[in-house]
């Protein structure tokens, strides 16, 4: 960690050079609380994927204070404690700020959306699928879609394909469904898309093929969100597959996994990204040179990248009294967004979702 703390002060100078260069005027303020557990002596390695986000931020920053405003940039590791959020929280110099870019944890995210709506500042909750008070607080943008948005996105997709599928959902757990997955149910109910439900009994005794229909996609659909329950049907899937045409619906944190079935699965990150492609990867090679990229999906430097970028043009465009500034569509390396409010008084959230289909 010392080591990565070395090239995030360096890349700080660094950015800090070009400020000269920028016409004299107000900088953006934007801070930035993430779970850096930079002063911690056995760091979690799951927490690298912040560093690497904030990696990704510094250079959004580097491009954007280049050709357009210079920028001031606060950063507060609030660690994975309420208790340190609320310390941050407290700061003086927040009430100055454009912008605010987390936290990320469930148990701070409500507390930070409730002090944006009492000092009214803007906030950007980055890993969010759900923001405590969202429909009543103008102030919140939240990146990652509901459950329900995503359940309409991929009930669309198919109700678009209504006359060529036919769903089949699979009882593979008995503990208690996710919402997720209760979402994407009820909007199958109210499109009325054809699909049949069955038990893990019934696949357990090899009986899934006489339950697929002829001529048309089969997409076989969970009761969970973990890999784990479901990895000893997989065989017996594939079975099924070997006479009629079988399609998983998946979930985005299985692509990791050596499934051998056609999928489907929602996202808010392209699928593929080739860095190489963009000057984006030289820029990160020039300022990293010995931090290599996390091999993982998604990118958490792009995340970090393309949600900073995002933020500084919308305060830019804010400054200007643009009514439209949140809403207007972002096209990112890794993540397009579309901002929209989710209630008349309420919030943003990100409706911009991919349907992909594997192979």
Known sequence: MK?????????VCLIALPWQLVAQQEPLRVAMMLPLQSN????????????HYYLGALLAINEVQRDYAPIELHTYDVEKSTY????????????SMDMIIGPAYVSQVSIAAEWA????????????????????????????????????????????????????????SANEIPNSVKALQQQLLVTDIPCSFVTIKSILADSLNTLLADGVENIILFNTERY????????????????????????????????ALPQIYSTVFRHEVDIDSFAYGAEYRYFYPNIARVPSKPYYDLLGFDQMRYVLITALRLRENRED????????LQSDMQFLPISPMGGYQNMNIHIVRTK
């Open 40 to 51: 911690a002596s056995q760091r979690d390695q799951n927490m690298d994927r912040f560093v």
């Open 117 to 172: 709506l009492v000092h009214q500042k803007r906030i950007l909750f980055p890993f969010s699928s759900s923001v405590p008070g969202i429909e009543n607080n103008p102030y919140v943008l939240q990146f990652n879609p509901s459950d329900d948005v995503s359940a309409k996105a991929m009930v669309n997709w198919m109700e678009q394909r209504r006359d060529s599928i036919h769903c089949i959902l699979i009882e593979a």
């Open 3 to 11: 080591t990565m703390n070395k090239y995030i002060i360096l890349l």
């Open 325 to 332: 500034a949140i809403t207007i569509p972002y096209m990112g």
């Open 228 to 259: 784990s329950n479901v990895r000893t049907l997989m065989p017996y899937l594939m079975r099924a597959a070997q006479g009629k045409k079988l399609t998983l619906l998946s979930q985005y944190s299985w692509q990791g996994e050596a499934i």
């Open 84 to 95: 340190k959020l609320r310390e941050v929280l407290a700061r003086p110099e927040l009430d």
